[in-house]
């Protein structure tokens, strides 16, 4: 077995990575997140979970038809984290850049999990990907998150609300249990793995000082702008 | 032919000396437990051009007339992820662990949809290529080989795996006389050189190499491949029918005498 996801990367940038259940406020965080540190000089690359082109058509085929079982769903999404990991995560770490990750390999482990997969099969599958310096985990209570969602769009995703495991036919209650089963695994991934716990039904603003915090923990913060302006010329 | 009753079957013995045939390789699929399935794998590996699918065909027909049911599967032929894969290839920009996760997802897919349904219903399962196939060509492009190992332990372990083995000299001139040496075929992008033959040369002895190395850590019933058609098929019949429970034998039809 590979151990990078346990081992300290040696690339010069630095990976940070939001984690949580849909509604939890990580893409928020992130977003805000990017704006700063951007405003500081630092040159940021953000990529999503399951945002790669090779896969996106193969998931949407499966997604259409109800045809993905966990272990295809978990594969998958293992490729399409292959896929961007070396094309998009590895070489701006090696240019010394901010990789930000809107979700990594905890989310796998913490779905694929609850939806029946073998737990270390499943972290072994991972082992190839790089440890971030930082994972934030954005911890919300249930029904905070699925009243944030139906204020938004008004409709759960299938595969978000688990639906495909046959739980529950309505969305909502299917969407509770699921993402109630999640949470119970992220709660061991926090020991497993290092994740930093950010209470998520606090304010947008202290969340986000809070992560701002943890971060200039990890990052020169006095690279100015004008050294960045000066490498431009 | 010969007689398939004259032939006995030793069953494939796993690592802790038990057989693994019907089984997970490894670390399961948890909810799809597989015990007792009366189905039979028989898996028929080798390289490209071997004679593989001539084989498989031959097989069918000779179970279907004995009365098994039988359902084939090859590799990379799942409906989800075949236009995929086809794209991949076409468009040249699979890294070597992409290529690695979408095979494996696609046997996976067939494995769920395809191969446990049939066994389950008591099909013989006649598979064109398996995860060796997957194993040998990524080992050869340097991928972690416990890795890969782990990967594949969802597999189900076939009864019987029949590797149809060659030399890269007998190989090269068979390729060439049928239908010529293709890209992926001949490891072209490895990048070793722009010259096809050689390429497909070293290529190929490395896969052979590899495939070798896996002959006794799963059991491979290693076959000739250089013998005529009828000769190697008489040799498979010979070991499938010796799987074949005596019970299940259908007899001659009374009609017939």
């Not at chain 1, 999404?77 to 850049?97: E, Q, S, V």
Request: proline share 4%; charged share 25%; no cysteine.
């Amino acid at each position: 077995m590979l151990n990078n996801l346990t081992q300290p990367h040696e690339y010069p940038g630095k990976l940070f990575v939001v984690e949580g259940i849909d509604g939890s406020g990580k893409t928020t965080q992130l977003a805000l997140l990017a704006k700063w540190l951007s405003a500081e000089g630092h040159r940021v690359f953000v990529t999503e979970w399951n945002s790669s082109a090779l896969v996106k058509a193969a998931t949407k085929t499966g997604k259409k038809k109800n045809a993905l079982t966990p272990m295809t769903f978990s594969l998958l999404h293992a490729t399409d984290f292959a896929d961007r990991l070396l094309y998009k995560i590895i070489p701006p770490l090696k240019a010394g850049m901010v990789v930000l990750a809107d979700r990594y390999a905890y989310t796998a482990f913490a779905r694929d999990a609850t939806r029946g997969v073998d737990r270390q099969w499943v972290r072994e599958l991972y082992s190839f990907a790089v440890r971030p310096d930082l994972s934030l985990y954005f911890r919300v209570p249930i029904d905070v998150s699925v009243d944030r969602l139906l204020a938004r769009r008004m409709k759960l995703k299938f595969y978000e609300a688990g639906m495909d495991l046959g739980w529950s036919t309505s969305p909502v209650e299917s969407f509770k249990l699921f993402q109630g089963k999640v949470l119970e695994e992220y709660d061991h991934l926090v020991q497993e793995f290092g994740l930093q716990v950010i209470e998520a039904a606090g304010s947008i603003t202290d969340q986000q000082r809070l992560v701002r915090m943890l971060v200039s923990q990890q990052v020169q913060m006095t690279r100015s702008v004008e050294m960045s302006d000066d490498e431009s010329i | 032919m010969t007689n398939p009753s004259d032939a006995s079957a030793s069953e494939q013995p796993g690592a802790n000396g038990q057989s693994l045939a019907g089984r997970y390789y490894g670390r399961s699929i948890p909810y799809l437990p597989i015990d007792g399935y009366p189905g039979k794998l028989f898996v028929v590996e080798g390289t490209d051009g071997v004679g593989r699918s001539t084989q498989i065909q031959l097989l069918r027909e000779w179970l279907e007339v004995k009365g098994y049911g039988v359902v084939e599967t090859g590799w990379t032929r799942s409906p989800l992820m075949q236009p995929t894969i086809e794209i991949a290839k076409s468009s040249n920009t699979l890294n070597k662990l992409t290529f690695v996760l979408l095979y494996a997802t696609d046997f996976a897919d067939r494995l769920e949809k395809e191969i446990i349904p049939a066994l389950k219903a008591g099909f013989v399962v006649l598979s064109d290529r398996y995860i060796f196939t997957a194993l040998a060509r990524a080992g050869v492009r340097g991928v972690d080989r416990q890795w890969l190992r782990n990967l594949y332990g969802f597999a189900i372990a076939p009864h019987i795996v029949f590797y149809l083995n060659i030399d890269v000299k007998t190989l090269s001139r068979r390729v060439l006389e049928s239908r010529g040496m293709d890209f992926w075929e001949s490891g072209m992008d490895l990048k070793t050189g722009d010259d096809i033959y050689d390429s497909f040369r070293a290529y190929q002895r490395s896969l052979l190499r590899e495939y070798s190395s896996m002959a006794d850590e799963f059991h491979f019933r290693v076959v000739d491949a250089r013998r005529s058609i009828d000769r190697i098929q008489d040799e498979l019949r010979r070991q499938v029918a010796a799987y074949l429970e005596p019970a299940e034998k259908p007899t001659e039809p009374a009609l017939a005498r």
